[in-house]
């Protein structure tokens, strides 16, 4: 029932550009499964902004930036079926949602994204992850790396991280937030979801609450 809605839906004009039809497509899917919008979009926040600041780690492109925003925006659209096992669904709805604009493989990179959001490494069981070609897959690990630690800082779901600033060291990776009241929980998701981070770039990953002196 809920495929048959999302592909009933005909989005409005978005005007014939490529990145409006896909953000509006990412969009029109997360507000059919009735997604929590604030949560999402600050997840999605959270991600670019540290996908920004890690570029000499991960050397990745806008266009894979593009591919973790959105990623973040539809993280949890599977609690639309249900809170439970919602990774696997929200899988199943990103690959069955009729995004448009959006070739094969990018479909597969977000629904191997969504699935793996909250923990596990990709298998090759899944087939989205399978479909991908050997070089793609370092670069989807690094996308989940940095989409895992940005759920993990709105463990909250309250918004309380207003920033993120990043110090890169040879052997760790500082995470300094910035946030408006108590971000204690967030704290604690970021800890507890640092470990792919730090296996994929091979650093250890600190996060407090301080803001790095101006230098």
């Known amino acids: 029932m809920v495929l048959e809605a999302i592909a009933a839906h005909d989005p409005a004009d978005w005007g014939g550009d490529p990145r409006l039809i896909r953000r509006g497509s990412v969009v029109d899917l997360a507000r059919r499964c009735n997604w929590r919008e604030d949560h999402a979009r600050q997840v999605a926040r959270l991600a670019v902004a540290l996908f920004d600041r890690t570029r000499p780690l991960h050397r990745l492109g806008d266009d894979e930036r593009e591919l973790l925003e959105y990623a973040g925006l539809l993280h949890d659209i599977g609690e639309h079926i249900s809170s439970e096992a919602h990774d696997r669904h929200t899988a199943y709805l990103i690959e069955h949602g009729r995004l448009r604009g959006f070739a094969p493989e990018e479909v597969a990179v977000l629904a191997t994204l969504g699935r793996y959001h909250r923990q596990g490494e990709p298998k090759a069981t899944f087939e989205p992850w399978s479909s991908l070609a050997e070089e793609r897959r370092p670069q989807v690990r690094s996308l989940l790396a940095l989409l895992r630690l940005a759920d993990g800082l709105d463990r909250g779901h309250a918004g309380a991280v207003e920033a993120v600033e990043v110090e890169l060291g040879a052997e760790a990776v500082r995470v ?3 946030a408006d009241g108590d971000s204690d929980l967030d ?16 650093r250890r990953v600190e996060i407090d609450h301080r803001t790095p002196a101006a230098t």
């Not at 704290?187 to 091979?202: A, M, P, S």
Request: glycine share 10%.
């Open 176 to 178: 300094h937030l910035r």
């Open 187 to 202: 704290l604690w998701g970021g800890r507890r979801k640092r470990r792919l981070f730090e296996q994929v770039f091979d």
